[in-house]
């Protein structure tokens, strides 16, 4: 049996650019996200309509930015949709939606469930509010508390969740205290 591989897919869309954000993303209030979606797809299909794969087929696939949250769930599914006709996914394949809590509903959630996302990597970066604010981050730690709530609601058994030390004015007692959120 071929040796399967993990496809990244970058959605580079965010509401805002953080200040230590150092990735390709751009900053649109309004994401093209009908033409980027339909872009992607066609760039998957021609990539996978090439064969080199040798027959292996996708054991992860990461949806990163960016903020591939501000993506809606049929967009996420349809290129989930072109990943699994295109390459084939393995069995139990692990889909990993990059989100910023502050985008994220329960009912946007139970959509990127249906979509076959299995995994969610929230971009918490700290849990407390001036780190936030220093961070650039437009969510509170409220939003993330209430994302790791609703993401269990809907069946959600597979959640990482991003924290950054070391934010200018950060002490370790705020560092300890994120952790143990």
């Not at 066609?42 to 501000?70: D, I």
């Not at 069995?91 to 076959?116: K, M, Q, V, W």
Request: aromatic share 8%.
């Amino acid at each position: 049996m071929p040796e399967p591989f993990s496809l990244y897919v970058h959605v580079p869309y965010c509401r805002h650019v953080c200040p230590y954000c150092d990735f390709n993303v751009h900053a649109a209030a309004r994401p093209p996200e009908e033409h980027y979606t339909a872009g992607l797809v066609a760039e998957l299909m021609a990539c996978g309509a090439q064969e080199p794969w040798g027959g292996r087929r996708v054991k992860t696939v990461y949806l990163g930015g960016g903020t591939p949250s501000l993506f809606s769930p049929a967009s996420i599914g349809g290129i989930v949709s072109a990943v699994t006709r295109w390459f084939g996914l393995v069995d139990g394949a692990e889909i990993t939606l990059e989100a910023n809590p502050g985008t994220l509903s329960h009912a946007s959630l139970a959509g990127y469930r249906r979509a076959g996302v299995n995994r969610l990597s929230l971009g918490a970066q700290s849990f407390h509010p001036r780190h936030l604010q220093t961070l650039g981050r437009d969510h509170g730690p409220d939003d993330v508390r209430a994302a790791v709530d609703a993401a269990g609601a809907v069946g959600f058994e597979n959640l990482s969740l991003d924290l950054i030390f070391g934010v200018p004015g950060e002490t370790l007692a705020d560092w300890e205290a994120d952790l143990a959120q």
